[in-house]
């Protein structure tokens, strides 16, 4: 799917199956963000011929002759350019405080304990131990169970009553749940289910990815 104009827009360059080029899309269908998507199969940005990062990595972004690449970057840089405050991303310093510890927290805490256990299950990478796959879900629970109880501060959402797109981050990353074996906390579930009903857009984003995690599925 892509939005065209008369006008030059940015182009992101995305997987359809990977949930860090989901959730940048996700937010700028729903911010009215006009955006080319350009879609790539599974090693077609490792060719030499895909120059838009040095890194070959996706999701990335073309905008005229600027190119940059890191999910929570492009959603920082598109907010940046498109001048999105509150909820996306406040103005304010606390404000902004709170979505970026919320994005750096998906990168370095959330994200990295939800893939180990659920790559394997997709196909990109090999099958973990009971006990390795044991401790991985331990500790992606409590994860979520942190993020709930102590990050969301009472709030439905990090931006407040309306998603950030730190939430985009996180709620859209919840989508993997489909691939796994348990169910995610209650609260985290109430979590996502409030995000699916205010995003216009998840839908329409996600429905390639979960194709791909029910093919993955035994039969």
């Not at 709030?155 to 407040?160: L, R």
């Amino acid at each position: 799917v892509s939005t065209q104009s008369t006008w030059a827009v940015p182009k992101l360059y995305i997987f359809g199956a990977s949930v860090n080029c989901l959730h940048v899309w996700c937010f700028a269908l729903d911010a009215g963000i006009s955006i080319e998507i350009e879609k790539m199969g599974i090693g077609e940005n490792r060719k030499e011929s895909f120059t838009v990062t040095p890194l070959q990595q996706l999701p990335a972004l073309a905008d005229g002759d600027f190119n940059t690449w890191e999910s929570c970057s492009i959603s920082r840089y598109l907010c940046h350019k498109y001048k999105l405050g509150a909820p996306w991303y406040p103005s304010d310093p606390a404000g902004r405080a709170r979505v970026d510890r919320i994005l750096d927290w998906r990168q370095t805490s959330f994200y990295p304990a939800l893939s180990k256990i659920v790559y394997p299950n997709l196909g990109f990478g090999p099958k973990l131990s009971e006990e390795a796959y044991a401790e991985g879900k331990k500790a992606l629970l409590g994860i979520l169970e942190a993020f709930t109880s102590k990050l969301l501060t009472g709030k439905p959402f990090v931006g407040g009553d309306k998603p950030s797109i730190a939430d985009y981050s996180v709620a859209v990353s919840l989508t993997f749940f489909g691939a796994l074996d348990f169910p995610m906390p209650p609260n985290t579930q109430a979590y996502f289910d409030r995000f699916k009903q205010v995003s216009i857009s998840y839908e329409e984003v996600t429905s390639e990815l979960i194709a791909y995690i029910s093919a993955q599925k035994p039969q």
